[in-house]
């Protein structure tokens, strides 16, 4: 098949916007699926995606379109809706010519869509504008359009109006996908390179491996070699989505499918890798191979100890499905048996958290995120540290940079001061302000990555009246005045509970840990001194006072066997809880000093 | 019978009277008012049960007679009983342990007479304690005792006359104040509750009286009392923790400046004076208990006798048991019992006589709370003791706990 017929495609929009209902109806209208098929959004293949109306895993489907009088093959290419999956959204992107912009007409540009189309026009795909909703009685659309050749730079009059739940103007759309989207060029003589832009395990058949052909082709029965791992495999099956995987022979240049060749486990594939044949390989891998960057870091402990092999098992299962999670097990005198995941971003860090509990019914008590830091050791080593337990000693650091991130907000003129209030008191650095329309703006700081992911995305909500949305880019680490936090109980520093802070909240986020700590630890038969330390010295203290009166007044004989029994009821709750420093800390204590869900 | 002197160590004899006038808000105690039972049938059957188990072959000494140390006389109250029955009562006890080295019986103050007092004391008994809790009105009133502070000195007085020469009070800290007492019941028109002020009034009141014993309890809400019922309703506030502790230490400093020894977490005497018969209980050492609801160490085991009156004398009368419930701690649960008895006394445990008595070393089988609690100051040990501190003594539950179990 000549590549002048394929036109491979994405469609990028804000959560809500209709992507999914998007991607239904053209499947409806290329006849892929019937009406009644397409009522589950077939592009989602997991609960917890639809519910929360956004997708996880990019998938690919293709599809038949009569256009003047030629059948084109349309690869729909799926893409994460959220930049939190910045990697996997880039990688999706770059296996396509091009992509709908979809934007709510009631809505208008959200920060989603801006990211989106920022990384959409980094891999150089062709964007086309389109209107959704347009059938509501709040639509805006021509605001809309105004916004969408303000910010993105599509021209208002080039968008198409469209409603993906009627079917509105979808035919035009798809018209347009064949006539304004360039086709891939033809490289079919050249060695083989394919971009791997996603993956998934099957528990049959091992791994999947989403491919878009880009020169040369696939074969089944062809010796493999992925490059970027190094490994080489046999391909057992290759195939398309249609949307049910129906086999072929091969895959050639320009076209989009799956790969199968006896990979067991996702994290022998990495996204972003290109598959070449083995015996006649191409001269580089294609661009753009990032392995995936952990940004975010919390540790998950099982409600009930008896939970922790459960919880192992959960893990491993979630890591099939999800090479960019990571779980590494933590042993914490404070806090038993647990893990430390390491996630792209809040929101995957979320949906691990709600899969979790979903798929396994495992209670987790989550500790508040962290971030990764990156630290110059004297010796002129760069180390990346994910835990403050990790950090090396004060004397061993050249210096300690943070993440900072490029941070998109679009809110309404009247939420402005509020948000920059926010902003500000996080020490986030404002870039641009931007209008999109007369009465919404799009900000865009510079964010230390620390300051944003606890509680900023609840916080700015709440100024915002639930207006305004967020979206955020890594860029990079810079040097800062950051500090680790100890904090000691009765002159103990406890491990589990020291942080990496900047200096400037450090006595502040000590004190509200001690508040909390106090709250949590029973009294002692003696007086507890809590304390936040910055290397050897106390910058803020608390006391918890030791009980005064704890007797028995009378017993005699026939009290002993009741009184016996009180008594080992007595030592049995001690005995639940951990010991520090002669301490005694029930976990749960501990867990809600630490759990982020307050 | 075999041939040895004795087959049994020296025990106590307690015998419950559950019977009271009427039951003050506070107690835990197994008691019903007297006028709704026939005193007459359950003396017989207490007599019965004292019979029986002075029958079976373990409760004799050669001689054929049990071997009792101390009997207690306790309740419920005791001095409610008619003369006739009481002194029946005491009587038969007597001529079936003659010649204990303590003879103990609990009077109410107001509900006995010097002719009585003269009684008992030709009777046999030896040692007199009295029910005084308090002498300030409100705290009587709020308490719901029916003496009043007067009756008290009378009974020490009479007591004294009497010719008994070890004479107890009971006596209560930490009493709430009410806000529901009527205040024209209030002789000083306050709501009552002991203050650090009216607890010392108490202990001096008690002192000057030249009693050899005094207990001193911080008032306990037990489960199922009137009283406790009313702190859940928000009717009474507890003492607050700091002002009890404060109380507690006055007791110890007050009794210890008049010449008053502790001996155990609430109990003082003058050197010599210390009540013998609960001594056996904090020595962990055997006790028989008759009547309803009646506790015992006996041949190993712990039993409970039924806390019911009608259906106790229907059990002795039919010739069945009264037990109720009954235990037999293994030999590492009779050590944690002694350990936590024992740690009660300011003696502490004597390392000799516990190993003597439960087989183990309390040292080695304690060592983890002992390490611990001697970094804390909350027990100290010598060569031959090992006790707690003073610093302990107010706290002592949460030390214990850790010795009943290993």
Same mark, same amino acid.
């Given at each position: 098949?000549?590549t002048?017929?394929i036109?491979?495609?994405s469609?990028?929009a804000h959560?809500?916007?209709?992507? !999914?209902t998007?991607?239904?109806?053209?499947?409806?209208?290329?006849?892929a699926?019937?009406?009644?098929?397409?009522k589950?959004?077939?592009?989602d293949?997991?609960?917890i995606e639809r519910?929360?109306g956004i997708?996880i895993?990019a998938?690919?489907?293709t599809?038949?379109?009569?256009h003047?009088?030629?059948?084109?093959?349309?690869?729909?290419?799926?893409?994460?809706?959220?930049?939190?999956f910045h990697?996997?959204v880039?990688?999706?992107?770059?296996?396509?010519?091009?992509?709908?912009?979809?934007?709510?007409a009631?809505?208008?540009?959200q920060?989603q869509?801006v990211?989106?189309a920022?990384l959409?026009?980094?891999?150089n795909a062709?964007?086309?504008?389109?209107?959704?909703?347009?059938d509501?009685?709040s639509?805006?659309?021509?605001i809309t359009a105004?916004e969408?050749?303000?910010?993105?730079?599509?021209?208002?009059?080039d968008?198409f109006?469209?409603?993906a739940?009627?079917?509105?103007g979808?035919?035009?759309?798809?018209?347009?996908?064949?006539?304004?989207?360039?086709?891939?060029?033809?490289?079919?003589? *050249?060695?083989?390179?394919?971009?791997?832009?996603?993956?998934?395990?099957?528990?049959?058949r091992g791994?999947i491996?989403y491919?878009?052909?880009?020169?040369?082709?696939?074969k089944?029965?062809q010796?493999i070699?992925?490059?970027?791992?190094?490994?080489?495999?046999?391909i057992?099956?290759l195939?398309?989505?249609?949307p049910k995987?129906?086999?072929?022979?091969?895959?050639?240049?320009g076209?989009?499918?799956?790969?199968?060749?006896?990979v067991?486990?996702?994290?022998?594939?990495t996204?972003?890798d290109?598959?070449?044949d083995?015996?006649n390989?191409?001269? *580089?891998?294609?661009p753009?191979?990032v392995?995936p960057m952990?940004?975010?870091?919390?540790d998950f402990?099982?409600?009930n100890?008896?939970?922790?092999?459960n919880?192992?098992t959960?893990f491993?299962k979630?890591?099939l499905?999800?090479? !960019?999670?990571?779980?590494i097990?933590?042993?914490s005198?404070?806090?038993g048996f647990?893990?430390?995941?390491?996630?792209?971003?809040?929101l995957h860090?979320e949906?691990v958290?709600?899969?979790?509990?979903?798929?396994n019914?495992i209670?987790?008590?989550q500790?508040a995120?962290t971030?990764?830091?990156?630290?110059l050791t004297?010796?002129?080593?760069?180390?990346?540290?994910?835990s403050?337990a990790?950090?090396?000693?004060v004397?061993a650091?050249?210096?300690?940079r943070e993440p900072?991130v490029?941070?998109?907000?679009?809110?309404?003129?009247?939420?402005?001061?509020?948000?920059?209030?926010?902003?500000?008191?996080?020490?986030c650095?404002l870039i641009k302000?931007?209008?999109?329309?007369?009465n919404?703006?799009?900000?865009?700081?510079?964010a230390?990555l620390?300051?944003i992911?606890?509680?900023?995305?609840?916080?700015l *909500?709440g100024?915002?009246h639930g207006y305004?949305?967020?979206?955020y880019e890594?860029t990079g680490?810079e040097?800062g005045?950051?500090?680790?936090?100890?904090?000691?109980?009765n002159?103990?520093?406890?491990d589990a509970?020291?942080?990496?802070?900047?200096?400037s909240?450090a006595?502040n986020?000590?004190r509200?840990?001690?508040?909390?700590?106090?709250?949590?630890?029973?009294?002692?038969?003696f007086?507890?001194?809590?304390?936040?330390?910055?290397g050897?010295?106390i910058?803020?203290?608390e006391?918890i006072k030791p009980?005064?009166k704890?007797v028995?007044?009378?017993?005699?004989?026939?009290?002993?066997?009741r009184?016996m029994?009180?008594?080992?009821k007595?030592?049995?709750?001690?005995?639940?809880m951990?010991n520090?420093g002669?301490?005694?800390?029930p976990?749960?204590a501990?867990m809600?000093?630490?759990d982020?869900?307050d | 019978?075999?041939?040895?002197k004795?087959?049994?160590e020296?025990?106590g004899?307690?015998?419950?009277?559950?019977?009271c006038?009427?039951?003050?808000?506070?107690?835990?105690f197994?008691?019903?008012p007297?006028?709704?039972?026939?005193?007459?049938?359950?003396?017989?059957?207490?007599?019965?049960e004292l019979?029986?188990k002075r029958?079976q072959?373990?409760l004799?000494?050669i001689?054929g007679e049990?071997?009792?140390?101390?009997?207690?006389?306790?309740?419920g109250?005791p001095?409610?009983?008619?003369a006739?029955?009481?002194?029946?009562?005491?009587?038969?006890i007597?001529?079936?342990c003659?010649?204990?080295?303590e003879?103990?019986?609990?009077?109410?103050?107001?509900?006995?007479?010097?002719?009585t007092?003269?009684?008992?004391?030709?009777?046999?008994v030896?040692?007199?304690?009295?029910?005084?809790?308090?002498f300030?009105?409100?705290e009587l009133i709020?308490l719901?005792?029916?003496h009043s502070?007067?009756?008290i000195?009378r009974?020490?007085r009479s007591?004294?006359?009497a010719?008994?020469?070890n004479?107890?009070?009971?006596?209560? $800290?930490?009493?709430p104040?009410?806000?529901s007492?009527?205040s024209?019941?209030?002789e000083?028109?306050r709501?009552g509750?002991?203050?650090?002020k009216?607890?010392k009034?108490?202990?001096?009141?008690?002192?000057? &009286?030249?009693?050899q014993?005094?207990?001193?309890?911080?008032?306990?809400?037990?489960e199922q009392?009137?009283?406790?019922?009313?702190?859940?309703?928000?009717e009474?506030?507890?003492?607050?923790e700091?002002?009890d502790?404060?109380?507690?230490?006055?007791?110890?400093?007050?009794?210890e400046?008049?010449?008053?020894?502790?001996?155990e977490?609430s109990n003082f005497?003058?050197?010599?004076?210390e009540?013998?018969?609960n001594?056996?209980?904090w020595?962990?050492?055997?006790y028989?208990g008759?009547?309803?609801a009646?506790g015992?160490?006996?041949?190993?085991?712990r039993?409970?006798?039924?806390?019911?009156?009608k259906?106790?004398?229907?059990?002795?009368?039919?010739?069945?048991?009264?037990?109720a419930?009954?235990?037999?701690?293994?030999n590492?649960?009779?050590?944690c019992?002694?350990?936590v008895l024992?740690?009660r006394?300011?003696c502490?445990?004597i390392l000799?006589?516990?190993?003597?008595?439960t087989?183990?070393?309390?040292a080695?089988? $304690?060592?983890?709370?002992?390490g611990k609690?001697?970094?804390?100051g909350?027990?100290?040990?010598?060569?031959?003791?090992l006790y707690?501190?003073r610093?302990a003594?107010?706290?002592?539950?949460?030390? &214990?706990?850790?010795?009943s179990?290993t």
């Open positions: 098949m000549s002048e017929l036109r491979n495609f469609i990028i959560i809500d916007h209709g992507k !999914s998007l991607a239904d109806r053209i499947m409806e209208l290329t006849g699926v019937s009406n009644r098929e397409a589950a959004q077939l592009l293949d997991m609960d519910e929360r997708t895993k998938s690919a489907v599809m038949n379109y009569e003047g009088g030629k059948t084109y093959m349309l690869n729909l290419i799926d893409t994460p809706g959220h930049v939190d990697y996997e880039s990688r999706a992107l770059s296996a396509c010519e091009g992509a709908l912009l979809v934007v709510d009631t809505q208008g540009v920060a869509t990211a989106n920022y959409a026009t980094s891999v062709e964007l086309i504008g389109v209107i959704n909703k347009v509501l009685p639509a805006q659309p021509d105004e969408i050749e303000h910010v993105l730079g599509i021209r208002k009059q968008c109006h469209i409603s739940k009627s079917g509105l979808v035919h035009e759309l798809l018209d347009a996908i064949v006539t304004l989207l360039p086709p891939p060029p033809d490289n079919s003589d *050249k060695p083989t390179a394919a971009l791997v832009f996603d993956s998934e395990c099957d528990a049959y791994v491996c491919v878009r052909v880009f020169s040369g082709e696939l089944v029965k010796k070699r992925f490059m970027g791992v190094g490994r080489t495999h046999l057992t099956e195939g398309k989505f249609t995987m129906s086999p072929v022979d091969r895959l050639s240049s076209e989009v499918g799956y790969v199968i060749a006896n067991r486990q996702l994290s022998d594939v996204i972003g290109t598959i070449t083995d015996a390989p191409a001269d *580089k891998p294609l753009g191979y392995p952990q940004m975010v870091f919390s402990y099982p409600g100890n008896t939970d922790y092999p919880l192992r959960a491993e979630l890591a499905n999800d090479a !960019s999670f990571s779980f097990p933590q042993n005198p404070a806090l647990g893990f430390r995941c390491g996630f792209l971003g809040l860090m949906i958290q709600e899969r979790l509990e979903r798929e019914n209670d987790v008590v500790t995120p971030v990764s830091y990156e630290v004297t010796d002129g080593k760069t180390t990346k540290i994910d403050p990790d950090l090396p000693d004397s650091i050249e210096e300690l900072f490029r941070l998109e907000i679009i809110t309404t003129t009247d939420t402005i001061g509020g948000i920059m209030q926010l902003a500000e008191s996080r020490r650095k302000t931007d209008y999109l329309s007369q919404r703006v799009m900000m865009q700081y510079k230390p620390a300051e992911v606890y509680d900023f995305y609840d916080l *909500k100024i915002s305004a949305t967020m979206d890594f680490f040097i005045d950051l500090v680790k936090i100890n904090i000691l109980v002159k103990i520093p406890v509970l020291s942080l990496i802070v900047h200096r909240v006595e986020r000590g509200k840990m001690l508040v909390r700590l106090r709250k949590a630890i029973p009294r002692h038969q007086e507890i001194p809590l304390q936040v330390a910055i050897g010295k910058i803020a203290r006391s009980f005064r704890d028995t007044a009378k017993l005699y004989g026939g009290d002993v066997t009184k029994k009180v008594l080992k007595q030592k049995e709750g001690k005995k639940r951990k520090i002669a301490v005694e800390i976990q749960d501990f809600s000093i630490l982020s869900s | 019978m075999n041939s040895k004795h087959d049994f020296p025990a004899l307690y015998v419950h009277i559950p019977f006038r009427t039951k003050c808000r506070y107690c835990g197994y008691s019903e007297i006028k709704n039972h026939a005193p007459r049938r359950l003396i017989s059957a207490i007599i019965t019979t029986e029958g072959p373990a004799s000494n001689e049990p071997f009792f140390k101390t009997i207690y006389i306790g309740g109250s001095s409610c009983l008619p006739k029955q009481l002194f029946q009562l005491i009587g038969e007597t001529s079936r003659p010649k204990p080295e003879f103990t019986i609990e009077i109410n103050p107001g509900q006995v007479n010097k002719d007092l003269n009684q008992l004391h030709t009777a046999g030896t040692r007199i304690s009295i029910g005084a809790q308090s300030n009105s409100e709020f719901g005792r029916k502070v007067a009756d000195g009974a020490v007591a004294k006359e010719g008994f020469d004479i107890g009070l009971d006596l209560i $800290f930490a009493i104040p009410s806000t007492l009527p024209t019941t209030l000083t028109g709501a509750g002991s203050t650090l009216s607890w009034h108490s202990l001096r009141s008690a002192i000057d &009286l030249g009693v014993h005094i207990s001193a309890y911080a008032l306990t809400y037990e009392t009137p009283l406790q019922k009313a702190v859940e309703t928000g009474v506030t507890p003492v607050n700091e002002t502790r404060q109380m507690y230490d006055m007791t110890i400093d007050e009794l400046k008049a010449g008053f020894k502790q001996y977490i005497a003058k050197p010599g004076f009540c013998r018969h001594l056996n209980y020595a962990n050492t055997p028989l008759i009547g309803p009646a015992s160490y006996w041949q190993g085991k039993t409970l006798n039924i806390a019911d009156i259906k106790y004398i229907e059990a002795i009368e039919q010739g069945k048991n009264v037990t419930e009954s235990e037999t701690p293994d590492i649960q009779v050590a019992e002694t350990a024992n740690l006394r300011r502490g445990i000799d006589e516990f190993k003597k008595q087989g183990f070393d309390a080695k089988l $304690f060592a983890e709370p002992i609690y001697k970094k804390l909350l027990i100290r040990t010598t060569g031959k003791r707690l501190t610093n003594l107010p706290i002592a539950d949460s030390v &214990l706990c850790d010795f179990t």
